[in-house]
């Protein structure tokens, strides 16, 4: 088991491989990316029960993450390549013609690591029930983890899912929102209000907990106790409170750097904020 000092370097290196993949497509999304790096880290180094030397598409006695905010890839991608999923020099493809990291994550390309293609939001957590419940009929005991963002929420499709997995009792799933409170048209309050969010999944039948998402102890302490919350008959929510950005001052607070890639200069400026620890590809 890593201790925490090591998942936060690793968590260092991944947001030095964001902002370079980013910057060397010159398109990419660098804000969610890098607000989610701690949980990314904590996931695919620490928590989750999988097989990276074989990797099996159908995840058979394996955790698997469905991430449904698929514009982040590049968190996603960083992660598999540095946990040994495929080589770490391959991230210097990302977005470029016939690269096997495209944008948003697919399965044509046949990726190690990509289960579901991602990134037409509202249809990971959907996705992902029939994923646990299929678990469920082949007595799989391993948990089925799904990110979404926030903003995320405001489609329809989530709150029908939302509805069957507490109807359904669907409690071999971990939802987990990226709740930074902004999106790629400002923040959510103004573009469209979630309200309480911890009330609505309970009025659902989920169990919700929360954690701050850029404090490596809390994310991995949470994660491990929601774990111990499954075969309890409910659904779990994490609320993950996040700063879009984070590890890049300049980044942080606002939302304009949801889908906005870093120049030259200020991939500069980024990288001498971020220790490098494994090594850049």
Known sequence: MPEITEL??????????????????????????????????????????????????????????????????PVLYSSLARSGYFPVNELGSFRKLNSRLQGHPATLEKLPGIRVATGSLGQGLSVS????????????????????????????????????????????????????????????????????????????????????GNEMEDVVATINKAKTLTGNGQPIMILMHTEMGAGVDFMMGTHKWHGNFPNDEQLEIALSQLEETLGDY
């Open 129 to 212: 029930i029939g994923i646990a419940l299929a678990k469920k009929l082949n007595k799989d005991p391993k948990i089925v983890f799904c990110l979404m963002g926030d903003g995320e929420l405001e489609e329809g499709q989530v709150w029908e899912a939302v509805t069957y997995a507490g109807a359904k009792n669907t409690d071999n799933l971990i939802a987990v929102v990226d709740y930074n409170k902004k999106q790629i048209d400002g923040p959510t309050d103004v573009v469209m209000p979630l309200l309480d969010l911890r009330a609505k999944f309970e009025a659902f039948g989920w169990k919700v907990i929360e954690m701050n």
């Open 8 to 73: 936060k370097q690793i968590a260092s290196q991944i947001r030095r491989d964001i902002v370079r993949m980013i910057n060397g497509a010159q398109s990419g999304h660098p804000g969610g990316s890098l607000g989610c790096t701690d949980f990314f880290a904590a996931m695919y180094f620490d928590i989750l029960e999988h097989n990276v030397s074989s990797f099996d598409p159908d995840a058979k006695n394996e955790d698997l993450l469905i991430v449904s905010n698929g514009h982040i890839s």
